[in-house]
């Protein structure tokens, strides 16, 4: 049973791109939140995503929006991409808004 | 808004061992603390966790303790193993089984398990 899938594992990008990460759930998961980790801290809530609907949104600009599929798996766009968004892109998923989550191991975004 | 301190930011230890790590949490209305361990190149793992209507909760080797009057709640890893050795993050969460609340992260822990 596969646990959440990110990719592209690693990912390098110039200053003002744009950005689509992709998040495939663990099986039988609805709900697929994303956060971003800067090297040392702690995971930074982005937003989550249930029934294709973004639910809840954390403190980041509108550069950073996402997408659900009907089969559950997300996608993560950030445009007009800054230095600062250089970090640890997780996706997480659980069986409805409120569970445990499963973490996947991650996108690494290098803004250069 | 909610917001989880950490402490220590670094802890070495021998192994065999007990390591604690201490997270304090500001919102009273959280009710939900998991732990997360994280190893070189992947994710959050879930390793253990606690709500609020209980105590203290025992997994093996590992156990968290909570303590709402204080808004404090502790890992603790008895004989360590090398093993053990990665960064650990506390977490706290409102409303767990209503929905639509985000997870609000300490800032970590480096545990490092001496043979």
Aim: charged residues 20%.
């Amino acid at each position: 049973d596969a646990g959440v899938t990110q990719s592209p594992t690693h990912l390098i990008k110039t200053r003002g791109q744009q950005v689509t990460l992709r998040c495939s759930p663990k099986s039988g998961h609805d709900t697929v939140s994303w956060y971003q980790q800067a090297l040392g801290q702690g995971p930074q809530f982005i937003f989550q995503y249930y029934e294709e609907e973004e639910r809840q949104r954390g403190n980041f600009p509108d550069r950073f929006s996402g997408h659900q599929f009907p089969n559950y798996s997300s996608e993560l766009n950030v445009n007009a991409l800054l230095l600062g968004d250089s970090a640890l892109y997780l996706c997480a998923s659980s069986l409805g808004p409120g569970s445990g989550y499963t973490f996947g191991s991650g996108t690494r975004l290098t803004v250069v | 808004g909610e917001n989880v301190e950490q402490h220590p930011s670094t802890l070495s230890v021998q192994e065999g061992d007990s390591a604690v790590i201490k997270c304090t949490y500001s919102d009273s209305a959280s009710n939900y603390f998991p732990w997360y361990k994280q190893e070189l190149g992947k994710g959050p793992q879930l390793i253990i966790d606690i709500r609020s209507n209980v105590g203290e909760k025992k997994d093996q080797r590992i156990a968290v303790t909570l303590n709402k009057t204080a808004k404090h709640f502790s890992l603790h890893i008895t004989e360590t193993q090398p093993e053990d050795s990665a960064v650990y993050f506390c977490a706290a969460r409102k409303g767990m089984n209503t929905g639509f609340q985000k997870l609000v992260f300490g800032t970590g822990t480096r545990l490092l398990v001496s043979p």
